[in-house]
């Protein structure tokens, strides 16, 4: 059992890696994705300026860069099973802000919200899997021990 918790939780991971590098090797189509959804709040915008003018980047390129940086370092610690749970916690937080704020099928007439829906069900599907490497944990134990008296 634990050699195909091992294998999986690899595989599972290569889906961040990749999703990760091709963020990063694609910075400008990921900004220019996030621009058309995100704005920032009148609250932050000050301190985004400041930021933007230090690093001579707008704020959708240095989120793009952060953000594939993110998928990058949690998918390898992920598959290492260093800081597993920490990393799938900060996974989980950012695949459900993606999913509300970029698959708003809910706006949308139902023959065209389809492939919207499909990927927001998909993004759930791995928030659960993602669940599961909590629950597993670091150590390898009998799955019965692990899900105790449910």
Do not use: H
């Amino acid at each position: 059992m634990p050699a195909f918790v091992t294998f999986g939780r690899i595989l599972f991971a290569v889906l961040f890696i990749y999703t990760g590098a091709t963020k990063l090797f694609a910075i400008q189509a990921t900004a220019d994705f996030i621009a058309t959804k995100l704005v920032v709040p009148d609250a932050v915008a000050p301190y985004a300026k400041q930021v933007e003018a230090a690093t001579a980047m707008t704020t959708p390129q240095l989120l793009a860069i952060a953000i594939g940086a993110l998928e990058i370092l949690a998918g390898l610690m992920i598959a290492l099973n260093f800081g597993a749970r920490f990393f799938a916690t900060l996974l989980i937080i950012y695949v459900a802000v993606a999913t509300v704020m970029f698959y708003d099928f809910w706006n949308m007439a139902a023959p065209d919200n389809a492939k919207m829906l499909v990927d927001a069900l998909k993004n759930l599907s791995i928030i659960g899997a993602l669940c599961m490497i909590i629950g597993y944990g670091r150590t390898t134990r009998p799955a019965e021990a692990a899900y105790g008296d449910v």
